[in-house]
């Protein structure tokens, strides 16, 4: 059973930062592409930012040049860096593991909520 386990959501408030955290249960470096994606209550769940296996990222436009994600294959962990927050970034970020040939895994999701 592959586990995505996310971490380091919370309350902030606008321009500060946070760090997302996805522990897998997998090797992630033999995955295709590991992301984040986020969904706030009424919208359909859509991409933050993906890694592929050999460097790649893409980013929504939305977080271009606040957002970063980056893994360390030793800990099987992906993070995303997020900074200059926004009231609109709240949201529930899920971490998505995309392997080569089955289905996506998800993990439950960790909120993020940004108020002043």
């Known amino acids: 059973q592959v586990q995505l386990v996310e971490s380091g959501g919370g309350l902030v408030q606008p321009g500060e930062s946070l760090r997302l955290s996805c522990a897998a249960s997998?090797?992630?470096?033999?995955?295709?592409?590991m992301g984040w994606y986020r969904q706030s209550p009424g919208k359909q769940r859509g991409l933050v930012a993906t890694l592929t296996r050999g460097g790649s990222t893409n980013y929504a436009d939305s977080v271009k040049g606040r957002f970063t994600i980056s893994r360390d294959n030793s800990k099987n962990t992906v993070y995303l860096q997020m900074n200059s927050l926004k009231p609109e970034d709240t949201a529930r970020y899920y971490c998505?593991?995309?392997?080569?040939?089955?289905?996506?895994?998800w993990g439950q999701g960790t909120q993020v909520t940004v108020s002043s």
């Open positions: 997998i090797n992630i470096a033999t995955i295709y592409s």
């Open positions: 998505n593991a995309k392997p080569w040939t089955s289905s996506d895994y």
